[in-house]
């Protein structure tokens, strides 16, 4: 009769559970989703500061549209993050969290599969709502498909790798997860910041009749000034509906946006002023009013077409004879741009700043300009139709393709680069360079280009801008 053996219980670890494979595979997405939320944030730069992304191709295939969207304004604006930079938070969660499961793999049972579970559900949530705002924007964002792909690749890996543990350890799942989200939020606070924020259009006073502004001053006094009026405070225009309409303006201002403000008039106030060649292209305006604004545009730059909105809407607002508009052209093109480095290649900018030159002297230039920005032509053709119902084709082509024109184009783009142009638009008033920020102009139209007034007085202390300009794109790169 045999004697038993007593076998001592084995101590070698029980083959892993998880595929190995998925959670390397759900690192390399997030990591591949980290570096295009970055570049998508750089080209929401470019977008907000003159240029345009690769993503803007029509008014149908236009993310800038998208990131511009009632949506990803209040994102912003709550959050001080923009859209992007929420994508690059939750990029690093998706390299984060499978990283640390991937070293052992048995956090999957104390909370891991659980934290990988949320991470998913979270992506796919933030895909659900910027496809929502992308259908109500009306435009399609290519950029953005790229993320939704990414996302859900990410959420399919993780999730089968973590099946065999479900939503096990729920609360420390969570926790885990939330608490990496929130520490790349803060880090990213920062630069989110520093990103300039949608420029939104103006909501400005009517103007009241002179005798109704009177009337309105005789019957209730102007508030006292405060005790500490503040850097900009100063004497009011004299000017009754200007008075009135600045008053009632700055009032309508919430604090952000006078910090913002106060800021701007800090930038405007240490300028120097440069010289200002004799005026060629006046295209809004009275010739002999007091202010002089010049911009340097681009035909495809949404900030350019915001500046031509707004200066629109502030001559339908104000009294008549307080500034003129003269046109400039800096197409952000190297094929006629010697300031710019990148070359496009038909040119497409070039043949719009060129036919807007063209236009020059005709009644109907400003408005030919607002249909040039509206098309966001992509290519000469384009150009061509938009204009069309202000000058004949076959003419207009053969004056964009002179030599006066041409000679015209860069003597706006010399003229441009003495002011040490960083990007589109470059806005001057009387040869001071100003932010081309809807309610600063509006402010410093009515008080003819200064700084102080009395409706400034409620303005904080400035802070200190940063030194690269937060308005402008470098062209030269």
Not at 13 to 30: C, D, E, F, H, K
Not at 328 to 342: E, W, Y
Not at 381 to 398: I, T
């Amino acid at each position: 009769m045999s004697t038993p053996i007593d076998v001592a219980p084995s101590t070698t670890p029980s083959p892993p559970t998880a595929n190995r494979g998925l959670l390397g595979a759900a690192v390399a997405i997030g990591v591949a989703n980290a570096l295009w939320s970055l570049f998508q944030w750089a080209e929401l730069l470019l977008a907000r500061q003159g240029g345009t992304p690769f993503c803007s191709l029509n008014a149908t295939f236009d993310c800038a549209q998208v990131w511009d969207s009632p949506f990803a304004v209040a994102v912003h604006d709550v959050t001080r993050i923009p859209i992007a930079g929420w994508g690059l938070a939750w990029a690093l969660a998706a390299v984060i969290v499978p990283l640390f499961v991937l070293i052992d793999e048995r956090r999957l049972a104390s909370g891991g599969a659980a934290a990988l579970r949320f991470t998913g559900l979270a992506g796919v949530a933030s895909v659900a709502g910027l496809g929502a705002a992308s259908a109500a924007a009306g435009a399609l964002c290519l950029g953005c498909i790229g993320t939704y792909a990414l996302v859900i690749g990410w959420t399919l890996c993780a999730w089968r790798a973590s099946s065999p543990h479900g939503f096990a350890a729920p609360v420390r799942g969570a926790m885990g997860a939330g608490a990496v989200v929130v520490v790349s939020l803060l880090g990213l606070l920062y630069p989110g910041q520093q990103t300039p924020h949608a420029q939104q259009k103006l909501a400005l006073p009517s103007p009241a009749t002179p005798s109704a502004a009177s009337s309105t001053s005789n019957a209730a006094p102007a508030p006292a000034a405060p005790a500490t009026p503040g850097p900009f405070g100063g004497p009011s225009t004299g000017d009754p509906v200007r008075d009135d309409l600045l008053t009632r303006f700055m009032a309508t201002l919430d604090d952000q946006t006078k910090q913002t403000m106060s800021d701007l008039l800090a930038a405007y106030r240490d300028g120097k002023p440069g010289v200002l060649a004799e005026p060629r292209a006046v295209v809004l305006g009275d010739a002999k009013a007091p202010l002089r604004i010049t911009d340097w545009t681009d035909p495809l730059c949404p900030h350019c077409a915001m500046l031509h909105e707004v200066l629109a809407e502030i001559a339908r607002t104000v009294p008549p004879g307080l500034f003129v508009v003269e046109a400039r052209h800096f197409p952000l093109d190297g094929a006629c741009n010697p300031g710019v480095q990148r070359k496009s290649p038909d040119g497409t900018r070039c043949v719009g700043a060129l036919a807007s030159i063209c236009m020059e002297g005709d009644p109907r230039a400003f408005e030919a300009s607002g249909a040039l920005f509206a098309a966001r032509a992509q290519t000469p053709e384009a150009v061509y139709e938009a204009l069309k119902p202000f000058r004949d084709p076959a003419k207009l082509k053969q004056c964009v393709e002179s030599d006066a024109a041409k000679k015209k184009l860069l003597d706006d783009v010399n003229a441009a680069m003495q002011f040490n142009i960083e990007g589109t638009p470059l806005v001057l008033l009387n040869g001071r360079e100003v932010r081309a920020v809807p309610p600063l102009l509006y402010a410093l139209i009515l008080t003819g280009g200064s700084w102080q007034n009395a409706a400034f007085a409620s303005l904080p202390a400035p802070r200190p801008l940063p030194a690269d300009g937060a308005d402008h794109v470098g062209h030269a790169h």
